[in-house]
């Protein structure tokens, strides 16, 4: 077994990458204060050619260097857009036609792993601020919670760790490219 060569990977352009046909997911990250798990959230986002990101509330948009440092430059290629309020951005992507999900531990959640999607369907997911989660407002707008089963004494991700998680999980049951 040998590691390839950063010139055998057959990486697409950013120009590629914005023509070719994207997941239909929508990432939304509601008031994530750190820089890092947004940066790692685009550079996710970018390796499963998610449609776009939704930043919301606090959360930074790029340009800065220190996202920048997690992003690698998925920032330039994912699809992004800034909307104040997070309930606004769900509102619009029910408004639109997307199934709406909060990541979140909630009463009447539904498990990642039993979570079961439709490939005729769009699909947008809030994750929420790195202590306090998604505010109860958003998901009182959502569709539904899903929640990634866990089975330590610590029942708690970091978000760029969740968001990669689900968005794995909605590639492998929604990729048709």
Not at 37 to 64: K, M, Q, W
Not at 118 to 146: L, M, P, S, W
Request: glycine share 6%; hydrophobic share 40%; net charge negative.
């Amino acid at each position: 077994m040998r590691k390839l060569k950063i010139t055998e990977l057959n990486r697409i352009t950013t120009e590629e990458f914005k023509a070719v046909e994207k997941l239909p997911l929508v990432i939304v990250l509601d008031d994530i204060r750190s820089l890092h798990n947004i940066g790692s959230v685009f550079r996710t986002s970018d390796a499963f050619r998610i449609e776009s990101i939704y930043l919301c509330g606090i959360t930074a948009t790029p340009p800065h260097p220190d996202m920048h440092k997690t992003a690698l430059g998925a920032e330039f290629s994912v699809d992004w857009s800034y909307v104040n309020n997070t309930v606004d951005a769900v509102n619009n992507l029910k408004n639109k036609g997307y199934i709406v999900y909060s990541i979140e531990q909630a009463e009447g959640s539904t498990m990642l792993d039993h979570l079961e999607l439709d490939r005729t369907k769009k699909y947008a997911v809030v994750f929420g601020n790195e202590v306090k989660g998604v505010n109860q407002e958003v998901i009182n707008h959502c569709d539904g919670c899903i929640e990634i089963p866990q089975y330590g004494t610590k029942h708690s991700l970091n978000v760029s760790v969740t968001a990669g998680i689900v968005i794995w999980d909605f590639f492998k049951q929604l990729i048709t490219f």
